[in-house]
Nanobody, 116 residues
């Protein structure tokens, strides 16, 4: 069974940092794009950052310069380093992966809460 398992969320004060991880497990053949999305209460899910299998990245304007996405292909894992966190970054963060042969997969979500 293929799964995406996230970790690293929590409560942090404004200005602090968190690092999210998302590991794909199961019979993985190859992983194409991987991304982080977030959804705040009452708002639509939005793309935070994405990374291709070759390492090209893109970011939402609201997180540029503060967040960094990276991946370890040997571990089938994607990371999101979040610095200078703001209260408006509070949301449930979801990992997404485009898995070869399986298609689109989502993680279960991890809560990030930034207090002012």
């Amino acid at each position: 069974q293929v799964r995406l398992v996230e970790s690293g969320g929590g409560l942090v004060q404004a200005g602090g940092s968190l690092r999210l991880s998302c590991a794909a497990s199961g019979s993985i053949f190859d992983i194409n794009d991987m991304s982080w999305y977030r959804q705040a209460p009452g708002k639509q899910r939005e793309l935070v950052a994405g990374i291709t299998s070759g390492g090209s990245t893109n970011y939402a304007d609201s997180v540029k310069g503060r967040f960094t996405i990276s991946r370890d292909n040997a571990k089938n894992t994607v990371y999101l380093q979040m610095n200078s966190l703001r209260p408006e970054d509070t949301a449930v963060y979801y990992c997404y992966a485009d898995l070869e042969l399986y298609g689109d997969y989502w993680g279960q979500g991890t809560q990030v809460t930034v207090s002012s």
